[in-house]
């Protein structure tokens, strides 16, 4: 077929104005490297979970259940478990990994113009997720790595729709307490929906940890986005979550693209809640490592913001960049904001270890 030289089909200029989404570097094939760039969990499924999920191989012939109600169910039971929130299927929606239902929500309540006000830095795809939908973001920038929350609040305007509080905050790891969440709910108009990803939830060991859900059922303009990418392990399969009051989350289930979550997702969600206990431990080894790996730079001489997540971030400025690159040559991918900072995941050991040995290089050659 010839090539026209180019398509006269228009795009929206918003669409076209885009930002990129820069994914963390991956290795090249047969490469064996320390992949520390993505927030993953450094774990392969469990056997068990990869036995059963085999056996769902064979009816993939057939669409999924467009309901999802098997994966709603086990998430509804996992969530009164602790204690009775109330919570069923008509609170919740599922979709393609959080990133996919955080597209929907903002589908479900922004409007072209409309505003969005999330910190900054924070989740990468927070810009474009908004930019998507015709809708204006207002970023309010971190304070030392951490959440500004009166920011936050003093940015709402009647144009505000939606406020996201990302904690732990994707990348400087910093939490916010449940005290002040309530605080800031409480400064909040009802109309505001006030959106809490939740992303690294499982890796919080602070004091006073926000119990979001605990506050889905007194508010119900608060939303809870949450993944089996990162504490669960399942970001190859793309399945995520979010609670709310059932009026809004049935505004965001009539956005979802139909099917969106394939019959293998579903169930290995399902499995995973099954296996919680056990995927839980696994967790526990996790934050220790990051603990040790924490202690381990502050006596290197780094100065980090506390985190509470499965990564750590190193305020480089101008030499992030330069960091990156050269612990790329060392064999360890990290994550690079150019002028910023360098976001990098806890692995299992040995990948951490390789990672402080190279810090120390780093220092000493600075
Ligand atoms: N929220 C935050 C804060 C994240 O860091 C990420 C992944 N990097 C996501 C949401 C999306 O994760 P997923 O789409 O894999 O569920």
Known sequence: MAEAAHSRVPLRPEIKALPEYV?????????????????????????????ELAEELVGINRYPDMGNADLLG?????????ADHGITS??????????????????AVV????????????????????????????????????TDLDGLVAAVTDRTR?????????????????????????QVPPEVLVLVDEAYLEFVRGDDPVRALALVDEFPNVVILRTF??????????VGYAIGHPEVMAGVRATVTPFGVSSLAGRAGVLSLGARDELMTRVDGLVAERDRVVAALAKQGWQLPETQANFVWFDLGEESLAFAKAAGEAGILVRPFAGDGVRVS??????????????RQWLAGR
Do not use: M
């Open 23 to 51: 994914p963390g570097a991956r290795p090249e094939p047969g490469v064996k490297v320390h992949r520390l760039a993505s927030n993953e969990n450094p774990y392969p499924p469990l056997p068990s979970v990869a036995a």
């Open 74 to 82: 086990a998430l509804a039971d996992f969530l009164n478990a602790q």
């Open 90 to 107: 008509a609170n919740l929606a599922v979709g393609t990994g959080s990133v996919g239902v955080l597209g929907h929500i903002l589908q």
């Open 162 to 186: 939606v406020l996201i509080v990302c904690t732990p905050n994707n990348p400087t790891g910093t939490a916010v307490t449940h005290s002040d969440l309530v605080r800031l709910i409480g």
């Open 111 to 146: 409007g072209p113009g409309d505003e969005v006000i999330y910190p900054w830095r924070s989740f990468e795809a927070y810009p474009i997720v908004v930019d998507i939908v015709g809708g204006r973001s207002v970023r309010v920038p971190l304070i030392d790595g951490y």
């Open 346 to 359: 806890i692995g299992d050991s040995e990948n951490n270890d390789a990672l402080l040995s190279f810090t």
């Open 229 to 238: 990418s990162k504490a669960y392990g399942l970001a190859g399969l793309r």
